[in-house]
Nanobody, 115 residues
Framework: QVQLVESGGGLVQPGGSLRLSCAAS????????MGWYRQAFGKERERVAR???????NYDDSVKGRFTISGDNAKNTIYLQMNNLKPEDTAVYYC?????????WGQGTQVTVSS
């Protein structure tokens, strides 16, 4: 069983930065894939970033060069560093871990980019 607790969301002005955290029960880097999705109001959920246990990363084109996904094995935590935020980044962000047989999801954290 894996439980994920997210934090770090909030209100930020355009061009600002936030760092999201996702703390997991158990060792998340024993799992194959982990990362972040987001869902803006009235839109479909989209994948933002992912990282494998081997350290490979992948980003949606809309965030590439601005967002960075990383993990801390000792703390069983993954992060999403978000820089140069834009209003279109406004969404609820969900972290996930895929064990190879089952996906686990965080509760979601709201990110609002607005002046």
């Amino acid at each position: 069983q894996v439980q994920l607790v997210e934090s770090g969301g909030g209100l930020v002005q355009p061009g600002g930065s936030l760092r999201l955290s996702c703390a997991a029960s158990g060792s998340i880097f024993r799992d194959n894939v982990m990362g972040w999705y987001r869902q803006a109001f009235g839109k479909e959920r989209e994948r933002v970033a992912r990282i494998t246990s081997g350290g490979s990363t992948n980003y949606d084109d809309s965030v590439k060069g601005r967002f960075t996904i990383s993990g801390d094995n000792a703390k069983n935590t993954i992060y999403l560093q978000m820089n140069n935020l834009k209003p279109e980044d406004t969404a609820v962000y969900y972290c996930y871990v895929y064990t190879g047989t089952k996906a686990y999801w965080g509760q979601g954290t709201q990110v609002t980019v607005s002046s």
